[in-house]
């Protein structure tokens, strides 16, 4: 499906194969479906540096980028799964921390202004929309990467949560950002099948910050966060803007298409490669 300098997953018939060097990172998720109460992958075997996962049934919940064909009670199932997840007893590691959050945040800010990724005003209001985020919070057991590619569904039925590498604890509105960024028009969907109140605007200032700080990855291992409906326009959407003002549109583009094409050779040099599967998804 997806490799990068990181990671690999590879399809084999009904099994997908994780190779993965960091085999602290391959722990945690082997150990979060070990407890977590949702429908996880069954781990057929694991071989450092791989692990061999069985399929699940069903299809992505969505994709970033497009319209998700799943029904309003899949989406209200996938919040349901969010909830049973957080009500879970805690696992015993950490996840990062407000600070470390908030450090790499300002530094992919920075990153992206000063390589003319982004117009240095988008990335300043999208900032001051993310600060809403940094704010204590209590942890619970969380997924960390809950996009919605994660999250599979058979009709109305959640079959599978994927890619459990960034489990942890964490704060429950990142996982809730996470599902719903760049789908805004399921929010309440998610919301009614979490069954509690939730402040809205957080959810909103998480999808600020998580656009801000994985926009730089994505660019520097092949990916494409100007594409349309991904992160670059959920940071435009944020201001209330279907695209950029008028008169830097075009600059904006050109900026964005440049700093792309900075990276192939870096990016090949690393063995970052997408496969040509039926089924590719956007991993980090």
Same mark, same amino acid.
């Given at each position: 499906?997806?490799?990068?300098?990181?990671?690999?997953?590879?399809?084999?018939?009904?099994?997908?194969?994780?190779?993965?060097?960091?085999?602290?990172?391959?722990?945690?998720?082997?150990?979060?479906?070990?407890? +977590?109460?949702?429908?996880? =992958?069954?781990? *057929?075997? /694991?071989?450092?540096?791989?692990? $061999?996962? !069985? @399929?699940?049934?069903?299809?992505?919940?969505?994709?970033?980028?497009?319209?998700?064909?799943?029904?309003?009670?899949?989406?209200?199932?996938a919040g349901a799964?969010?909830?049973?997840?957080?009500?879970?007893?805690?696992?015993?590691?950490?996840?990062?921390?407000?600070?470390?959050?908030?450090?790499?945040?300002?530094?992919?800010?920075?990153?992206?202004? +000063?390589?003319?990724?982004? =117009?240095?005003? *988008?990335? /300043?209001?999208?900032?001051?929309? $993310?600060? !809403? @985020?940094?704010?204590?919070?209590?942890?619970?057991?969380?997924?960390?990467?809950?996009?919605?590619?994660?999250?599979?569904?058979?009709?109305?039925?959640?079959?599978?949560?994927?890619?459990?590498?960034?489990?942890?604890?964490?704060?429950?509105?990142?996982?809730?950002?996470?599902?719903?960024?760049?789908?805004?028009?399921?929010?309440?969907?998610?919301? +009614?099948?979490?069954?509690?109140?939730?402040? *809205?605007?957080?959810?909103?200032?998480?999808?600020?910050?998580?656009?801000?700080?994985?926009?730089?990855?994505?660019?520097?291992?092949?990916?494409?966060?100007?594409?349309?409906?991904?992160?670059?326009?959920?940071?435009?959407?944020?201001?209330?803007?279907?695209?950029?003002?008028?008169?830097?549109?075009?600059?904006?583009?050109?900026?964005?298409?440049?700093?792309?094409?900075?990276?192939?050779?870096?990016?090949?040099?690393?063995?970052?490669?997408?496969?040509?599967?039926?089924d590719g998804v956007?991993?980090?």
């Amino acid at each position: 499906m997806v490799a990068h300098n990181e990671r690999a997953t590879v399809r084999v018939g009904d099994l997908f194969l994780k190779i993965d060097a960091d085999q602290t990172r391959i722990d945690v998720e082997v150990e979060a479906m070990a407890i +977590a109460p949702v429908p996880t =992958p069954e781990i *057929l075997w /694991r071989k450092p540096p791989v692990l $061999a996962l !069985a @399929a699940v049934g069903g299809t992505a919940l969505g994709r970033l980028g497009e319209p998700s064909t799943a029904s309003t009670a899949a989406w209200a199932a996938a919040g349901a799964a969010a909830r049973r997840l957080h009500d879970a007893p805690l696992p015993p590691w950490p996840g990062p921390s407000l600070d470390e959050i908030a450090s790499d945040l300002d530094a992919q800010c920075e990153w992206l202004v +000063a390589n003319g990724a982004l =117009p240095a005003d *988008l990335v /300043r209001r999208n900032r001051q929309i $993310a600060e !809403a @985020a940094l704010r204590p919070w209590t942890p619970v057991f969380a997924h960390g990467d809950l996009q919605i590619t994660h999250v599979f569904v058979a009709g109305d039925e959640i079959t599978g949560v994927i890619d459990w590498s960034e489990a942890g604890r964490g704060d429950a509105l990142y996982d809730l950002a996470s599902l719903t960024l760049g789908h805004e028009e399921h929010l309440g969907d998610v919301v +009614a099948g979490y069954g509690t109140d939730v402040d *809205l605007d957080v959810i909103r200032a998480w999808w600020s910050l998580r656009s801000l700080r994985v926009s730089r990855w994505l660019i520097e291992h092949g990916f494409d966060p100007s594409s349309p409906g991904c992160e670059f326009d959920v940071l435009r959407s944020q201001l209330g803007l279907s695209g950029l003002l008028d008169d830097d549109a075009g600059e904006f583009e050109a900026r964005a298409d440049a700093e792309l094409l900075r990276y192939p050779a870096r990016v090949a040099g690393h063995g970052v490669q997408t496969l040509p599967a039926g089924d590719g998804v956007r991993q980090r």
